[in-house]
């Protein structure tokens, strides 16, 4: 059974900076893409970014400020965000699908997370 569990949410100000992590169970974690993808109140959930063997994506709101990575030993993926903004309040999720190339649509994902809070206060 596949089980994905996000931490590392909070609150921080403008300009600050959040680490997320996302521990994966019951999967060979090098042959899954694992994402993250946030979801504002009223809006759809939308891509983050994504990290598989091939490579990693990010989103074009992110880009720059946003690192992804992660450890397949430890089956550990991470978010790390810098230069936070108000809009990148959201709860964020971790997903994973098997696969080798990166994937972007939320649809494509079979396992999710439960989400973790993240606020930006300006």
């Known amino acids: 059974q596949v089980q994905l569990g996000e931490s590392g949410g909070g609150l921080v100000q403008a300009g600050g900076s959040l680490r997320l992590s996302c521990a994966a169970s019951?999967?060979?974690?090098?042959?899954?893409?694992t994402g993250w993808f946030r979801q504002a109140p009223g809006k759809e959930r939308e891509f983050v970014a994504a990290?598989?063997?091939?490579?990693?994506d990010y989103a074009d709101a992110v880009t720059g400020r946003f690192t992804v990575s992660r450890d397949n030993a430890m089956k550990m993926v991470y978010l790390q965000m810098n230069s936070l903004k108000p809009e990148d309040t959201a709860v964020y999720y971790c997903?994973?699908?098997?696969?080798?190339?990166?994937?972007?649509?939320?649809?494509?994902?079979?396992?999710w997370g439960q989400g973790t809070q993240v606020t930006v206060s300006s």
């Open positions: 997903a994973a699908t098997s696969g080798l190339f990166i994937v972007t649509k939320p649809s494509r994902y079979a396992y």
């Open positions: 019951g999967l060979t974690f090098s042959n899954y893409v």
């Open positions: 990290i598989s063997r091939t490579g990693t």
